[in-house]
């Protein structure tokens, strides 16, 4: 029998120095959201919807991936330049019925919290909700 002294793997493939700077831009990418933006529940909850918020010559336009939700589940609000779209996305069916190898879909509350670059005429807002996607369109 033959004994070979082991090396412990090299897991730090980047220098001290790069992981510090990789670390700074992490840092700099979490906390540099503005707060109105960058609310608790879309950190801690794990659950928040993709948006793009961007402006036409007569709106500003904000779209929202929402699959799987119902109309009546989804709340929009505008309230002193800020928007606000909340809801609800239910579970399917029970995971206790069968055995689950992977659930990767969120369910539960979400909020999300923009704050609108531009003062918009709240009475004017039009919501549609077509195929998952929810389009708000705000002159």
Do not use: C
């Given at each position: 029998?033959?004994?070979?002294r082991?090396?412990?793997?090299?897991?730090?493939?980047l220098?001290?120095f790069?992981?510090?700077?990789?670390l700074?831009?992490?840092m700099?990418?979490l906390f540099?959201?503005p707060?109105?933006?960058?609310?608790?529940s879309?950190f801690?909850n794990?659950?928040?919807?993709?948006l793009d918020?961007?402006e036409d010559s007569?709106?500003?336009v904000v779209t929202v991936?929402?699959?799987?939700?119902?109309?009546?589940?989804?709340?929009?609000?505008?309230?002193?330049g800020?928007l606000?779209?909340?809801?609800?996305?239910?579970?399917?069916?029970?995971?206790?019925?069968?055995?689950?190898?992977?659930?990767?879909r969120?369910?539960?509350?979400?909020?999300?919290?923009?704050s609108l670059?531009?003062p918009v005429?709240?009475?004017?807002?039009?919501?549609?909700?077509?195929?998952?996607?929810?389009?708000?369109?705000?002159p």
């Open positions: 029998m033959r004994l070979v082991m090396n412990r793997p090299d897991f730090w493939v220098s001290p790069e992981q510090l700077t990789g700074g831009e992490e700099n990418r540099g959201a707060a109105a933006e960058a609310t608790s879309e801690f794990g659950w928040a919807p993709a918020l961007s007569d709106n500003l991936e929402l699959p799987g939700m119902k109309k009546e589940d989804i709340q929009v609000t505008v309230h002193e800020v606000i779209v909340a809801g609800e996305r239910k579970r399917e069916r029970s995971v206790n019925a069968a055995q689950a190898y992977r659930t990767e969120f369910h539960g509350r979400f909020h999300r919290t923009i670059p531009k005429k709240i009475a004017s807002i039009k919501a549609a909700y077509n195929n998952g996607i929810l389009t708000i369109s705000m």
